[in-house]
């Protein structure tokens, strides 16, 4: 089980670290003071990333927009209010089948920031390629599903 560790305080809606890969914005909100963070994830994505698993947990909060989420090996679509709960290592992930989709992630664990921070630099340059994605992923503790 993961102890949760964080600095009280209040971070005002204006106090944020912006990322971006292809088709995602990523606000990082809350980084600081502890294992919890909280992300702001604005995609148009429609594919997603591949199912995946990492060693933090993850609680994914649909604000706007549609989503389809996948896990446990089947896809269900949400909108507004769906709630996707993922202990670490559950293999999962996320689309926007049209339009735009606006989240909110909840990670406790080891920190997500770092790794979004790596793969947008990656993207920075252009196309990323799969050997760099894989690389940074590994190092952050992700597996693709089967891995």
Do not use: C
């Amino acid at each position: 089980m993961t102890d949760v560790h964080m600095t009280p305080g209040v971070i005002t809606g204006d106090r944020f670290e912006t990322v971006h890969y292809p088709d995602d914005e990523i606000r990082l909100r809350v980084t600081q003071g502890g294992n919890v963070q909280v992300i702001e994830y604005i995609s148009t994505d429609r594919e997603g990333p591949p199912p995946h698993s990492h060693p933090w947990h993850e609680v994914e909060f649909v604000i706007d927009g549609e989503v389809e989420f996948y896990v446990d090996g089947q896809w269900t679509r949400g909108g507004p209010g769906t709630v996707q709960m993922l202990p670490a290592g559950s293999n999962h992930s996320v689309r926007v089948p049209s339009g735009t989709a606006r989240l909110l992630y909840v990670t406790i664990g080891p920190p997500y920031d770092g790794f979004a921070r790596e793969l947008s630099h990656l993207y920075a340059g252009g196309k990323a390629d799969a050997s760099g994605i894989v690389e940074i992923a590994h190092r952050y503790g992700l597996r693709l599903e089967g891995e």
